[in-house]
Every structure is written in structure tokens, then in C-alpha cells.
């Protein structure tokens, strides 16, 4: 059963925050292929079409806990602290998290007028 999932992909995923989509071919805690990987949340899987590893699978996103939109796991969008949650709520409840999470938020407001440089020299 398990092997049939990732020939047919479940839906589409679509972040409801960017712009990102893309088919996911699982939709839970415990990947097909991966039995010994348990995620911490429901997570939308899709398998690594990078790698002919059965074992490699991508996590494009979940929901989020408290307003149950769909965001995918970019930083722009949410962040996990023990459960999902998107920054719109994040922002919203800012005080209910530490420090070092309101800090790392402060960073990452931090305006990405510069479109990402692929400098593939630089690690
Ligand atoms: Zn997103
Ligand atoms: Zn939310």
C-alpha cells in the first residue's frame, strides 16, 4: 500500500502565504518508505526527486495550529515551536514565545529586497 502513494500524488500543496505549490504524495506523520522517521507534526511529504533514495523525502509544509492555514516550512512563512505555526500568527501572539524565537523573528524581518545570489562557491 505504502509503495503506492508516491505514483499518485495526493493534491496539490499550496502555501497559503507565497506562492509556493506543488504536488505532495503524503500527508501525515510517518513517511512511506521512512518507518523508522516519525515527524513531530502532519506534515504534506512529497518524495526527493533529487535522489533515486527511496528513504528521501521533502517536507513542503503543514498547519498551522492556531488559524489552520496551510504554510509551507519556509522561514518566510512559519515556524515550528513545538507545534506549526505561521508568522502572521506568530506576530500576533509574540509574546507567548521565548526570547530566543522573538529574536530569531527580528532577523528574519529583516527585508529581502535583494533577490537570493546563487553563489554555489560560497557554502
Ligand atoms: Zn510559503
Ligand atoms: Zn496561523
Redesign the pocket.
Same mark, same amino acid.
Given at each position: 500500500m505504502a509503495c503506492e502513494t508516491e505514483r499518485n500524488p495526493l493534491g496539490v500543496f499550496k502555501c497559503q502565504l507565497c506562492a509556493l505549490t506543488a504536488p505532495y504524495s503524503y500527508k501525515g506523520q510517518q513517511p512511506p518508505d521512512c518507518q523508522s522517521v516519525v515527524l513531530l507534526e502532519e506534515s504534506y511529504v512529497t518524495r526527493d526527486p533529487f535522489t533515486p533514495d527511496r528513504g528521501r523525502f521533502l517536507i513542503l509544509g503543514s498547519r %498551522?495550529s492556531? #488559524?489552520?492555514?496551510l504554510?509551507c516550512v519556509g522561514p518566510e512563512c512559519s515556524l515550528f515551536y513545538s507545534k506549526r505555526? %505561521?508568522l502572521? #500568527?506568530v506576530q500576533d501572539n509574540m509574546d507567548a514565545f521565548p526570547q530566543e524565537i522573538q529574536q530569531d523573528l527580528e532577523k528574519r524581518k529583516v527585508p529581502s529586497t535583494r533577490p537570493a545570489s546563487q553563489r554555489s562557491s560560497q557554502p
Open positions: %498551522c492556531v #488559524c489552520s492555514r504554510v505555526f %505561521c502572521p #500568527c
